[in-house]
């Protein structure tokens, strides 16, 4: 064995664990890793981090102060909200206001309809002239817009060829109109004699009652009218009520309306003399009569007695339970009584509901509208008579009578029943309201009142509109 050679602090017995020989450790070297080994393991070991570069990369990525602060610039400020040239405000409802949004409107769908505050509270009569039944307020819908209106409503006539017409406006009682409807121009009869006969009395179903002297003055038909007759001697005063007792005496409820037309004057009681003085003819219309003249409502024709030239006269009076007649209105100086004067009376009004109101009109125009507060006329279901009355004047010269006044002759009358559909006497029409073609309208914007009114179609008397059941309805469609 060759001898070890030593180099340091020799060893001592506590490094014996430690030493190893030269050729152990030249041994071990055989089974050592090769340096490309290492240096691969070395690669793929640090192959998942990044270089320093690419950090340096990365870095270069990452906002500076002066991008923060461009950006911040162009934040949204609460200064700027609806303003000119700033941001779009909302409203309650948290839409864009649409006055900030100035571009044409893309609507496409109608808005919710409107209809009115509130209709009428009473029944509107109106001649050839419009009459505004209600108005109906249109809010802005946001775009533009044209009307598509629809109703109905409650209307009355009582001329043939005559109905009522109601119309829609824009803005006022002459603006365009949108929407309108016509009522039947038909007058519809319960009951009615045109005296188309010829006979010593009425005849035609007729009850007559004369009052005073006998050999008075009577009633007869020539063919075409019905014509008071002087009696013997020609002077004597008498008085005659005429009550319908056949078919289509009474009316089927308490609204009624009894016409008729005139085919003389009634003689004033003058005899064409200023000075004298006498008592005129009269003629009666009667309603609410039961059968035995005990309770009833009359309109009273006549000239005023014993007045040089006297003015005309038109009076109510009605008597209840067998008492006193009592007059309660009344009118005058209007004019002459005939020829070809219609004279209508209404005992009850249909419009309002109201049987206690009662109105007299001559060609259509009102001389008498007064209504019961009192209640003291009679309703019940013996009182739905009808009737006229002729009573005989006197003109008198020096107190002395000389000749009996005539009441003016009647060619036509004839009832309405104002309420009862099975009756046939209907004077009530309904008025469907539809609307104007939407293309021919003109385009509207912002808010808009709508005028509701009602005209005749024709003649010379009044239609109506009443307040029951009315109903109507607007909606803005995209222009």
Known sequence: MSRMQNRGTPPTSEDLDTIATKEYIES????????????????????????RS???????????????????????????????????????????????????????????????????????????????????????????????????AQGFTAVDGQGPIVRVRVGSTSGAIVAMGYGAPEQ??????????????????????YIDHPDGGHVETNGSSAVWVRGTPSYTRRKGNFRKINTFNETLDDYQAVSFTTDSDIEDGTEGLPTAAGISGRNRIYGRLNEGYNDYLVFELQYKDNTAYPPSQARLIYRADSGSEVTVASASDFGDFGPNITWRAQFGHYGTLNKRRFILTRNGSSLIDWTDGSLATTIDGGTNGWGFGMYGGTAEFFLVPTLEQMPSSLRYIYLEDLVNPASGGVVQTPVNIIPNAIESQSVLSGTKTLYVTVARSGGSDSVEVSNLLPGIHVVPIPA
Do not use: C, H, M
């Open 188 to 209: 519809y009869i319960w009951g009615d004699d045109d005296f188309d006969r010829t006979g010593p009395n009425l005849g035609g179903g007729w009850e007559e009652t």
């Open 28 to 51: 071990l070297t055989t089974d050592s890793i090769p340096q490309g080994t290492v240096d691969s393991l070395i690669t793929t070991g640090l192959s998942g981090y990044v270089s």
């Open 54 to 152: 690419y950090v340096d990369a990365q870095d270069a990525l990452n906002a500076t102060e002066a991008y923060v602060d461009a950006g911040d610039d162009t934040r949204l400020k609460l200064a700027d909200v609806s303003t000119s040239s700033g941001i779009a405000g909302l409203d309650s409802a948290g839409k864009v206001v649409v006055a900030r949004v100035p571009a044409a409107s893309t609507q496409r769908w109608p808005k919710p309809f409107y209809t009115p505050s509130s209709y009428n509270s009473v029944t509107k009569t109106a001649t050839s002239t419009e009459t505004t039944v209600y108005t109906i307020p249109v809010a802005d819908p946001g775009f533009n817009y044209k009307l598509l209106v629809s109703g109905i």
